[in-house]
């Protein structure tokens, strides 16, 4: 209900351009990525950063998603300087709408509930991130409790330097209540030796190797 209030109040527009390009992705019976893409608020600009060099959603063979971002792809410093705090939040919002809209479908057509597991990788990280991408993320996390309360898979933390596994109290309660007791933290090897995202997309092993270790991390 409360989803459904927004997409017809405040969210509108997102909800709109996020089945519209579902439907254009979908259109030939496959996936096609672009127009996905292309439909993000302020994709002009925004995608010059978050590309699929840094953020990439995956299928498990049941049916979830696996939303995989590597923060240390991304120049969030410079983007920051370009998009507002609302703006960036707007873009991730689109890519939950967009996540809801497929796991809905997956559960129709195959009667199990669609999950979305989150996976933050954290590898390549040498300085905490920008205060205005965090907020874009934290605020976005705290909607997508809200909107999308049947998505909640885990979210993982993968790759944590060892420098940073210290302050892994710290990291916490940087995310909703709810999604705490869902946290995971631990190493993923494939993931690690990527030097980006990419592969996952274009290359059907390692694509089926980083899943498979997804599926064997979780508790």
């Known amino acids: ?16 351009s996020a089945a519209a390009a579902v439907a254009e992705a979908t259109a030939d019976g496959g996936w ?3 127009p996905v893409y292309a439909a993000a608020p302020y994709a002009d600009v925004i995608n ?19 939303y995989v ?30 996540h809801k809209l497929v796991a ?19 590898s390549g990280v040498r300085k905490a991130p920008d205060k205005r991408f965090s907020k874009a993320l934290t605020s976005s996390s705290d909607q997508y409790e809200v909107l999308y309360p049947s998505l909640a898979g885990p979210t993982m ?5 060892f420098i940073l596994q210290a302050f892994v109290g710290l990291l916490k309660p940087l995310f909703p209540k709810s999604v705490q007791e869902r946290l995971v933290f631990t190493k993923a090897p494939v993931l690690a030796k990527l030097p980006e995202l990419s592969p996952l997309a274009k290359n059907p ?4 190797k980083f899943v498979d270790e997804v599926k064997s991390l979780l508790p």
């Open 1 to 16: 209900a409360k989803r459904q209030a927004w997409c017809e109040g405040p969210g509108k527009k997102i909800c709109e």
């Open 205 to 208: 092993t390692t694509r089926k």
């Open 48 to 66: 010059d950063y978050i590309t699929p060099k840094s953020v990439m959603t995956l299928s498990t063979d049941e049916g979830d998603l696996v």
């Open 104 to 122: 809905n479908q997956r559960s129709t057509d195959t009667g199990r509930l669609s999950n979305v597991i989150f996976a933050n990788d954290i």
């Open 32 to 34: 096609n990525n672009d």
């Open 157 to 161: 933390i993968l790759n944590l330097p």
């Open 69 to 98: 971002i590597r923060a240390s792809a991304i120049d969030d410093k410079e983007l920051m300087d370009r998009v507002s705090v609302e703006q960036l939040g707007d873009y991730f919002l689109y890519a939950k709408e967009v």
